[in-house]
Structure formats: C-alpha cells, structure tokens
Nanobody, 125 residues
C-alpha cells in the first residue's frame, strides 16, 4: 500500500505563486508515475501534471503549461507542484496521485491506484 498526503494549499491573489507538496509513505519503492489532478466545484477531476519515476519526463495540461512545474525528490518520496502566475480559474482542490505501473496514460485518472485527500487552492482577484 501507498499513502499520499498533500500540503501547502491556501489562498493567494491572482498573479501570485504557491507550491503544493505530496509526501508518499508505505511501498514507496514501487511507485512509478506521480501526478497532480484538480477538481473545481461542479466539475470533474481533471489532469494537471505528471512526472515519471526518474523525473526526466513530464507532462502538463495545456491550461497550466508554462505556469506550473512538477518535480519530485525520490529520496524524500515527495512530489511538488510549483504554481506561478495563478489565475482565479486555477481555484480547486488539488489531489496527488501515484501509480505503480511504469507505462500508463498519464492523463487518465483511472490509471492511478493511489490518491491523497486533497488540498484546497483558492485564487482571488
């Protein structure tokens, strides 16, 4: 089993920055792809960013490309999402996800077997 715990959410003004973190525990040696998804009220959970095991390959949703950066520290078993130039439409609960499989469709939320409980990010005007 793998447990995921997010931290770092909060309230920020538009144009500001925020970094959210996700620490993994348990069978961390088995974890491969890690990702961030988000869910706004009344909307489906959507893909934000993903990173492979080594950190050498990343993927981003078009809506965040150029503003968000995903990274991971495998020694700390932690993945980060640095969010810059935040917009009100980025307001959502941000969830981290993990997959044990090395080759998955990263943008497909159903490919991830482990999820955190989420952290709220609110961007005000």
């Amino acid at each position: 089993q793998v447990q995921l715990e997010e931290s770092g959410g909060g309230l920020v003004q538009a144009g500001g920055s925020l970094r959210v973190s996700c620490a993994a525990s348990g069978r961390t040696f088995s974890v491969s792809t890690r990702a961030w998804f988000r869910q706004a009220p009344g909307k489906e959970r959507e893909f934000v960013a993903a990173i492979n095991r080594s950190g050498g390959s990343t993927d981003y949703a078009d809506s965040v490309k150029g503003r968000f950066t995903i990274s991971r520290d495998n020694v700390k078993n932690t993945v980060y999402l640095q969010m810059n130039n935040l917009k009100p439409e980025d307001t959502a609960v941000y969830y981290c996800a993990a997959s044990l499989a090395p080759y998955i469709t990263r943008r497909d939320r159903y490919r991830y077997g482990y999820w955190g409980q989420g952290t709220q990010v609110t961007v005000s005007l």
